[in-house]
C-alpha cells in the first residue's frame, strides 16, 4: 500500500543551521509529492510539491528533489530562522486520489 | 492558491451539544474534505466530497456527519459531542478529483473540546 516515513522529531537547531528532514514513501505508480507546514495554531500551508522523478520543488528557501531511485522526497534548507519553527508533513497523492501523510515532524529553531 | 475558511475557530461546548463546524472555499473546487488531527500531530482523513450531493466517508470512522448542498460549502455536524471528539477540526478543497497532481489546500482549522 502508500505510506509515508519521515525523520522522529523534534528536530532542534540555531538560526542559520543546515535542516534536512527526511522523508521516504512506498507507492503504487509515481505519485505527486508535497510537504506541508503547519504553524502553531493554524491549518496546513502548502510550502512545495514535485510531480514526477527528478523535478524539485522549492519555495521561500526550503527545497525536495522527487528521487525515484531511493522513493525520497527530503526537505531542505540552507539557512533556517526562528520563524521556520512549525511542524513539517511530507505527503503523497495515491492514485486513488486520497493524500497520505507522514506523521509530522517538529522543528524548533533557537536564537 | 485557494482560499479556504473555517469557522469557528476556537470552540468550547458541554456534553450532549449538537454543532456544526463550518468550511467554505471561494474557488469552486470540486473536491472537499474534512480531516481530524489528534494531540500526536496524525492526521486522519474522516469524509469527503467529490460535489455537490456527494459525501463519503474517510479512513477514521467518525460520528461526524457531513453535508454538500453548496459547491463551496461543506459543514461537518455532531449531533451529540462528547469529550472523545475533542481535537483539530482540518478542512481542505482541491481543484481536480482523483487526478495525481491534485493539490489539497487547507483552512486554518477549528479546535474544538468538549468538556
Known amino acids: 500500500g502508500n505510506s509515508v516515513t519521515q525523520m522522529e522529531g523534534p528536530v532542534t537547531l540555531s538560526e542559520e543551521a543546515f535542516l534536512t528532514i527526511n522523508c521516504t514513501y512506498t507507492?503504487?505508480?509515481?505519485?505527486?509529492l508535497f510537504w506541508y507546514v503547519q504553524y502553531p495554531g493554524e491549518g496546513l500551508q502548502l510550502l512545495l510539491k514535485?510531480?514526477?522523478?527528478?523535478d524539485k520543488g522549492s519555495n521561500k528557501g526550503f527545497e525536495a528533489t522527487y528521487r525515484k531511485e531511493t522513493t525520497s522526497f527530503h526537505l531542505e534548507k540552507g539557512s533556517v530562522q526562528v520563524s521556520d519553527s512549525a511542524v513539517y508533513f511530507c505527503?503523497?497523492?495515491?492514485?486513488?486520489?486520497?493524500?497520505?501523510f507522514g506523521q509530522g515532524t517538529t522543528l524548533q529553531v533557537k536564537p | 492558491e485557494a482560499d479556504i475558511y473555517q469557522t469557528p475557530r476556537y470552540l468550547v461546548i458541554g456534553t450532549g451539544k449538537k454543532i456544526t463546524l463550518e468550511c467554505s472555499q471561494t474557488?469552486?473546487?470540486?473536491?472537499m474534505y474534512w480531516y481530524q488531527q489528534d494531540p500526536g500531530m496524525e492526521l486522519h482523513l474522516i469524509h469527503y466530497s467529490y460535489g455537490v450531493n456527494s459525501t463519503e466517508k474517510g479512513d477514521l470512522s467518525s460520528e461526524s456527519t457531513v453535508s454538500r448542498i453548496r459547491t463551496e460549502h461543506f459543514p461537518l455536524t455532531l449531533e451529540s459531542a462528547r469529550p472523545s471528539h475533542t481535537s483539530q477540526y482540518l478542512c481542505?478543497?482541491?481543484?481536480?478529483?482523483?487526478?495525481?497532481?491534485?493539490?489539497?489546500?487547507f483552512g486554518p482549522g477549528t479546535r474544538l473540546t468538549v468538556l
Open positions: 514535485a510531480t514526477k522523478a527528478d
Open positions: 505527503a503523497l497523492i495515491s492514485n486513488t486520489g486520497k493524500l497520505i
Open positions: 507507492a503504487t505508480g509515481y505519485p505527486s
Open positions: 474557488m469552486g473546487h470540486d473536491k
Open positions: 481542505a478543497s482541491s481543484e481536480l478529483a482523483g487526478a495525481s497532481t491534485d493539490t489539497q489546500y
